[in-house]
């Protein structure tokens, strides 16, 4: 997971998965290293699902809530020159 964020004095537990859909150009600044579409966020859902099965066998006793963050930064028409 991303982020956990724990309060100490209730029994609350936050799981934060972080996603982001888009493209990225290389360093070179020539070819896009990556193109991230739909399938990344539903990756990132079922990552948050097995967090959340995870952080309830490791500690049960606290309420625990997941929250799935996407960053769509997908643009229309991108190629190298934008």
Known sequence: M???VTWPFVNRVALI??????KSLST?????SANYG???????????????????IQIPDKNTMGYLVIFDARRWQTNNNT
């Open 2 to 4: 991303d982020i956990k």
């Open 17 to 22: 998965e972080i996603k982001w859909l888009g």
């Open 28 to 32: 070179l600044g020539s070819n896009f």
């Open 38 to 56: 739909d399938a990344r966020a539903r990756e990132g859902a079922g990552q948050l699902s097995e967090y959340l099965d995870a952080n309830k």
